[in-house]
């Protein structure tokens, strides 16, 4: 309110659309009539993606191995005893062989999953550093604090990579051999380990801290690799390209998981004979055991999976579309029956009026 | 000296008017008073400054921040973002800070602009020049440097610059014209009176000479009371002590009119002047919609709290197996370990009360506020409320009651001016019984009218004669009329004849058609000059001197003039109400009289009777010895006052009557059926007498021909006890009611009982008055029942603050419905204030109950529009409103709750940052804005015309528990859905053609997409009016946050320390079956919805929604089956004037709209007969209510 006098004799009004709320306007109705066809259309199309979605989830082929080690699930459990309450556990190495007795038709990717594992807790999930990830110089001696207590090493270095999802990278590794014929040699699969993180990952945002000398190792000179780590992060491997911060295993492990369970990609098999798929014949994967899950009361699985345009094996969204579908189907007819219904009535009712 | 003082402060504190000590002594341009006088205590008092704004420059933000941090929601947001600040929490403080920080700066900025806009108005009031007078020269100064005390000359055309003590006039009589129309917005010129003992001061040399002392009262805010006296020391010690009223005060705020300039003396400056002091109220008035909104807060609050708790206790259950708290690959710091139990506990509840914190949501106090102050705008917009004719608009004073427009059930209406056009015709006189029609009189020639009037007395007789004359003399004497004379300052050049071309002034339009059918007699009244009155009795000039004037009150319902003819004799003039006249008549033809008024009252006339009486000199010194003791009085004045008139005013001789007609407004008939047929209650609570008060409430449809009435008066009291009275009507009401229950509820069907109650003042006091037995709350509950049960209350002979105690009684019981009382006069402002909401109207009475409403209309039809348009309009919206912001943040928040169950308790995050920040402030924060400032379900031309629609909304419907728990219900489904659908889609097992897998991020920002996408389509699907900027804003809105995202996603943001969303997005986007799920999801989710809607639609249609059936229907059958060129060329929603009634009200018939009805294939039936009522669908009432039980 302002100490002038209130405005006496207002002006006329605008005398637009807007003003008198007057606008034009599209006025739809969800009546019946409209939704009808509307839910008859929209269960067709849906049962008949969900066909389309269910079956070619059904074409994918998936071979699982549980090598966490229990006793008596097979010879990994010497490994899982081995180990037990040793730390850091002493290499050991077991075996799962199988036989295909057709193609496993490819390409084939081979997964690692580990349940119970808990990449999504919160403390976890921050104790990262992405600026020492992305190669800066100033973080890589400077970790920020979220990685404690894997920020300094025990000597006060600062750890290179820092924090918790580094420290407990995944260090199991798997070897794929085949036989042809019964009782012939087995063959090593060649296993392509490049092209299993996000291209963006390992190109822009993981980028190793430029080259001391042209040598990596004295770039990370000043730090310490995680108390878990037997080497440091530059000699992860012998490929200048896939070592340090912008190695694939490591880029993969640090996209932290959604759920306890989960799977990452640790190999593609698409080279020479095996680029169609695996080939009938007896299989063996020999497994190097380093990880220790039974502590927390996890499993290791390795999967052998096909992969079609819609990923990996999963049942779940042809048979959503399916059921949504039906019922869409389903209440349509429910709101016809009740359309004519008590339309009769309705006219009834007037009829008696 | 010393004994003086002493004396003094005994004086002060023992005797009875000098213990008086709430008053103020002002001494007249400084000056001490002469030694020996009586010393007063020197108060200090502020100066002139008028200070409306609130903030300064320095204090605008601590003094905006505190005020704002007052409002429980921010300070809780406040909270929660210090408790990000302090611990360890899953959000980062920019989560809640940003929003709050939008929220307040937005609230700041438009508090700050509207006080920047005060200060300009406060500078240009207390910058403006004003003229002193300092050691007898006229200096200028700045207005706010005025001190009280302080002499002051205002010239002609200029505002009083602080509250005046008039001490003297460039005019001889020491009078003064002014006007108040930015006080109460009353036009008219007032005269004021400078005190008689200064009133020779009139040079500035002059004025600087007097010596005097003012004895006021402190300031109140009563404009048009006031209580002082002056002290005027003379030249030889001995003073002269003079009254002071109203009329010698001259208030800041009005003009000074046809008065060259005038000297005062400043009593009242700065904050205390009565401008100051009457703009400081505001509405306090919460609306019904905003208690539920707390309501709903307070639940969602509870819901937040037993969240945290709950995980807690699950993070500590889960956690008491040491590997899952403390796994290998996870360790704690050395600190963490350390930390006490209960501190870790208490620290992880408000870590999940962080991140649960966005249920409440933040922005809606600063939505629904911008909502209300937009909205409020389409009101004054609105061109059919604006009144060509005074060039009136609707005016808003508050929004905060905007959607209470739409759940008014009971309308308490003023008659005079409010349903009546307080435009007063004067219809005819009754003289001793004769009755005289100016119509039928020639100019000057009193003849009796001849036919149709029945003659009482036919021979007047000699004494009839000059009874005649004397009733026509006081008319024309007795009254407050001002003569209107623009072209001349004082007076004398106008000659009498052309006074016929006076105007008549008066704050009551009965005594200008008075005076001005009177004058159609032959009585002329001219002027008022040097307090004589003159008259033009036919040709000569009669002057009567006015001694004294018993002004009008609305308790004693009469005033009186006590005059001194040329003659010498002195008369006593009183005229007023029959039933304060009456008592106080001992001579004159009473029951003539009485018949005749009664006659008059019934055919909806307001009377007045007339009395006179002689006095001789002995008894006029009486009462002005009187009136003098209680005109000085200081304490209590006001009843001192009215004991005196109450002496004076008594053994009268009736002259006569009067009727004056008041002519309906237009429309008012309509707009009261079409509240009654909206399902509300309308009374008439009106001073006048019963009789005419019932027939304009026969006149305005309130009752009907069929409508049985039941009186409860003081006539039917005199005969039965009230305790009887009252059971008797209730056994009558209740009888009817029993049998007829559901008719009842649509109130409006034509064969039913029909019930009206006339109640007056006297028998509501009664019922009022608590008893001793404490046995009051007993009738009250009677009385209730009663009203309850009457389609239409007629309360007559109110006094105001009646007024307002019906109101109370109504608003206070156990229904607690939502009361609107609507006046045009002083008398309504306390009902006004006291209802939900007050509407003002915009009338002749002054501007008075504009001022203090929450909204003004120019006209009473307006109503109309006001409630059942805007008001249905504002409620939709703002229930929807409320009710989609809960929903849209248990959506936003629940997912984020299951996935605690998933991360082993950890408090992480569902959604990155920027998502949690932005979800409520930019992603969904327009659409729902824009929504409840355009939505309309069905057109403004539907709702007029179907008033029965408001009962669809009426009862707070849109906002009962039950919708409230349908939304919330909704929301956690669609949570559910969201959270689980993706949790299936993740669930061991890769979603890319290229066999990479997604992480937690890609996860949180599927369940995000699908969230928004849902959420934003609810609102599609709720929204019934797309103009293009709907379109625009809901279709931005999601294209805003693709495009956000892919940006978010897109870059290496240099100045976040984490990359996590770096490409999630668009990776996400690179998978088809996250295509897939993104439809179903949202499919799913909208689906219960969508079949809630369709199937209610089918089954259960409310009224509403068969309207809207039929715009349809129109619009697909009519202009095929029938050329009415009419339908096609109306837009939507607005149908053809002519024809929509009928087929409306055939279609409630039919029952089922797309089914023509056979006649409209041919020619138009005629609809029904006028003035015949429109049957009423009987199905309404129970449509109504199966459609709320949904």
Excluded at chain 2, 928 to 938: G, T
Aim: with cysteine; proline share 5%; net charge negative.
């Amino acid at each position: 309110m302002t100490w002038s006098a209130t405005a006496r004799g207002a002006h006329q009004p605008d005398n637009t659309a807007f003003t008198q709320q007057r606008l034009p306007a599209w006025q739809p109705l969800l009546s019946a009539g409209i939704a009808l066809p509307l839910f008859f259309c929209a269960g067709l199309a849906f049962i008949g993606l969900g066909l389309g979605l269910y079956y070619s989830s059904n074409g994918i082929k998936e071979l699982e191995y549980d090598y966490t080690g229990n006793p008596g699930t097979g010879n990994c459990s010497v490994c899982a005893q081995a180990g037990q309450g040793r730390a850091p556990p002493p290499s050991c190495s077991c075996a799962w062989c199988f036989a295909l007795p057709e193609l496993f038709q490819g390409p084939v990717y081979l997964y690692y999953e580990l349940s119970n594992f808990y990449q999504n807790n919160r403390r976890y999930g921050v104790s990262r550093d992405d600026a020492q990830l992305s190669g800066l110089p100033s973080a890589l001696h400077h970790p920020v604090n979220e990685c404690a207590p894997y920020q300094l090493s025990a000597a006060g270095l600062p750890i290179a990579p820092c924090g918790a999802i580094a420290n407990s990278l995944f260090n199991d590794s798997f070897s794929l051999w085949h036989q042809r014929q019964p009782g012939g040699p087995y063959v090593e699969v060649p296993l392509d380990r490049t092209g299993i993180a996000w291209w963006t990952d390992y190109h822009v945002k993981f980028r190793n801290p430029p080259l001391v000398n042209g040598s990596l190792a004295l770039a990370f000179q000043g730090t310490a690799p995680p108390p878990n780590w037997p080497r440091p992060v530059y000699d992860l491997s012998s490929d200048p390209n896939n070592t340090g911060f912008i190695n694939q295993d490591f880029v993969v492990w640090m996209r932290t998981a959604a759920l306890p369970t989960f799977r990452k990609l640790y190999a593609r098999i698409r080279q020479g004979n095996y680029s169609a798929g695996l080939p009938r014949g007896a299989y063996c994967v020999n497994i190097i055991y380093n990880y220790p899950v039974r502590a927390f009361g996890g499993h290791k699985r390795l999967i052998f999976s096909s992969i079609s345009w819609m990923g990996g094996k999963n049942p779940f969204l042809g048979i959503a579309y399916l059921v949504v579908g039906s019922l869409c189907i389903l209440t349509g007819f429910v709101m016809l029956v009740v359309y004519i219904r008590y339309q009769d009535q309705n006219d009834e009712d007037e009829d008696e009026q | 000296m010393d004994c003086s003082l002493v004396r003094t402060l005994v004086r002060r504190y023992c005797a009875g008017e000098e213990n008086w000590v709430d008053n103020r002594t002002i001494y007249v341009g400084h000056k001490e008073p002469p030694p020996g006088a009586e010393a007063y205590i020197l108060q200090k008092y502020p100066d002139n400054r008028i200070v409306s704004s609130k903030y300064t420059f320095w204090n605008f933000i601590p003094k905006n921040l505190f005020e704002q941090f007052r409002r429980i929601a921010n300070f809780y947001f406040l909270i929660i973002f210090l408790v990000q600040l302090i611990i360890d929490t899953p959000t980062s403080p920019v989560t809640s800070g940003l929003p709050l920080f939008f929220v307040i700066t937005v609230t700041a900025v438009k508090q700050g602009y509207e006080d920047w806009l005060r200060h300009k108005a406060d500078n240009a009031m207390n910058q403006c020049p004003v003229h002193f007078i300092q050691h007898g020269k006229l200096v200028r100064k700045q207005s706010r440097k005025l001190r009280v005390g302080d002499i002051v000359m205002v010239k002609e055309d200029d505002t009083f610059p602080c509250d005046l003590i008039f001490l003297s006039s460039s005019r001889g009589d020491g009078t003064c014209h002014v006007t108040t129309a930015s006080l109460d917005g009353e036009s008219s010129h007032k005269t004021h009176y400078a005190v008689q003992d200064t009133k020779g001061f009139h040079t500035e040399e002059d004025i600087d000479r007097l010596h005097a002392t003012i004895e006021c009262e402190q300031p109140q805010p009563d404009l048009y009371k006031f209580v002082g006296r002056i002290k005027v020391y003379h030249e030889q010690n001995d003073s002269v002590v003079r009254p002071l009223g109203s009329e010698n005060l001259l208030l800041r705020g009005a003009t000074l009119k046809n008065t060259e300039k005038i000297f005062g003396v400043a009593i009242y400056t700065g904050m205390e002047t009565k401008m100051a002091l009457n703009y400081q109220s505001t509405s306090q008035k919460r609306s019904a919609v905003e208690k539920s909104m707390n309501a709903f807060l307070i639940v969602y609050l509870c819901i937040l709290i037993s969240k945290a708790l709950i995980n807690t206790v699950l993070k500590y259950v889960w956690q008491s197996e040491p590997f899952r708290d403390e796994p290998w690959y996870n360790q704690k710091t050395e600190s963490e370990r350390q930390r006490n139990l209960f501190l870790r506990a208490f620290t992880d509840f408000l870590a999940f009360m962080v991140l649960f914190n966005y249920i409440i949501p933040v922005s809606m106090y600063v939505t629904v506020e911008l909502q209300k102050f937009l909205g409020s705008y389409f009101i004054t917009w609105d061109e059919e409320m604006f009144d060509e004719e005074s060039g009136e608009g609707p005016v808003v004073n508050t929004s905060d009651l905007n959607e209470e427009l739409g759940q008014v059930e009971y309308v308490f209406t003023d008659k005079t001016g409010t349903l009546t056009e307080n435009n007063m015709e004067f219809k005819e006189c009754c003289i001793e019984g004769q009755v005289y029609v100016p119509h039928a009189i020639c100019n000057g020639q009193v003849l009796p009218e001849a036919s149709g009037i029945d003659m009482i007395d036919s021979s007047p007789g000699v004494s009839g004669r000059e009874r005649e004359e004397l009733f026509f003399r006081a008319i024309c004497l007795c009254h407050t009329i001002q003569v209107k004379d623009d072209d001349d300052v004082d007076g004398p050049r106008k000659s009498p004849d052309s006074a016929k071309s006076c105007v008549y002034i008066s704050s009551s339009p009965d005594e200008v058609a008075l005076v001005e059918g009177v004058q159609r007699l032959g009585f002329t009244y001219l002027r008022l000059k040097d307090n004589y009155m003159e008259i033009l009795n036919r040709d000569t000039v009669e002057r009567f001197e006015l001694l004294e004037i018993l002004s009008f009150d609305s308790v004693r319902r009469r005033m009186s003039v006590i005059v001194k003819s040329a003659t010498g004799e002195i008369y006593l003039f009183c005229k007023g109400a029959d039933s304060s006249v009456f008592p106080r008549v001992i001579e004159g033809k009473v029951d003539q009289i009485r018949d005749r008024v009664e006659h008059n009252a019934v055919e909806g006339l307001r009377t007045l009777c007339v009395a006179y009486k002689r006095l001789v000199q002995e008894e006029y010194e009486a009462i002005c010895t009187l009136l003098q003791a209680a005109k000085l009085a200081l304490q209590d004045r006001e009843k001192k006052l009215a004991e005196a008139y109450e002496q004076i005013e008594k053994d009268l001789i009736l002259l006569g009557a009067t009727a004056v007609e008041d002519r309906l407004q237009e429309k008012a008939a309509d707009t009261i059926e079409a509240l009654q047929k909206a399902g509300i209650k309308v009374w008439v609570l009106t001073g006048d007498k019963m009789e005419t008060a019932a027939a304009t409430c026969y006149a305005c449809k309130l009752f009907r021909r069929n409508t049985q009435l039941l009186e409860l008066t003081t006539k039917k009291l005199e005969e039965q006890s009230l305790h009887d009275v009252l059971f008797e009507l209730s056994k009558t009401v209740l009888r009817c009611h029993g049998s007829l229950t559901r008719d009842n509820f649509s109130g409006l069907s034509t064969d039913m009982h029909d019930y009206g109650l006339i109640i007056d003042g006297a028998a509501l006091s009664l019922i009022m008055k608590p008893q001793e037995d404490g046995s009051s709350s007993n009738y009250r509950e009677l009385f209730l029942e009663i009203c309850r049960n009457c389609s239409a209350v007629l309360c007559c002979r109110m006094a105001p603050l009646q007024k307002a105690q019906i109101v109370k009684l109504i608003k206070l019981s156990k229904e607690h419905p939502i009361t609107l009382a609507i006046g045009d006069g002083a008398n309504d402002v306390s009902m006004i204030l006291e209802a939900h909401v007050g509407i003002g109207v915009i009338g002749k009475e002054g501007r008075q109950a504009a001022r203090n409403s929450d909204y003004a209309i120019p006209k009473f039809k307006h109503l109309k529009k006001m409630l059942l348009v805007h008001g249905h309009f504002y409620y939709i919206r703002i229930s929807e409103l409320v009710q989609y912001f809960f929903y849209k943040n248990v959506c936003f928040i629940f997912p984020q709750f299951l996935y605690q169950f998933f991360c082993g308790f950890s408090q992480q995050t569902l959604y990155d940052t920027a998502y949690l920040t932005l979800y409520n402030i930019s992603f969904t924060s327009l659409p729902i804005l824009l929504y409840s400032l355009m939505e309309q379900h069905v057109g403004a031309e539907a709702l007029k015309r179907e008033p029965s629609l408001y009962r669809d909304v009426a009862k707070n419907a849109l906002l009962r528990w039950r919708v409230f728990i349908y939304w919330t219900l909704l929301g956690v489904f669609d949570a559910l859905v969201f959270f689980f659908g993706a949790y299936f889609m993740f669930e061991n097992t890769t979603v890319t053609s290229n066999g990479q897998v997604f992480g937690n991020w890609t996860f949180g920002t599927l369940v995000f997409t699908v969230m928004m996408f849902t959420v934003t389509l609810k609102l599609a699907l709720d929204t019934h009016y797309w103009t293009w900027i709907n379109h625009f804003v809901l279709w931005g809105s999601l294209l805003f946050y693709v495009v956000f995202s892919l940006l978010w996603g897109g870059i290496v943001w240099p100045f976040l320390n984490y990359q996590r969303m770096y490409y999630v997005f668009i990776q996400m986007l690179s998978s088809g079956p996250a295509w897939l799920a993104i439809v179903l999801l949202i499919t799913v989710s909208l689906l219960p919805d969508v079949l809630k809607k369709v199937l209610c639609r089918q089954l259960w249609p409310s009224a509403t929604e068969r309207v809207q059936n039929m715009c349809v229907w129109r619009q697909d059958h009519l202009p095929e089956l029938t050329p009415l060129p009419l339908c096609r060329a109306q837009p939507l929603g607005h149908w053809p004037g002519s024809h929509s009634n009928l087929v409306t009200l055939t279609c409630w018939e039919s029952r089922e709209c797309s089914v023509p009805p056979p006649w409209l294939l041919s020619p138009m039936p005629s609809p029904s007969q006028p003035g015949t009522q429109l049957p009423w669908p009987e199905g309404a009432g129970r449509w109504t209510l199966t459609s709320s039980s949904l």
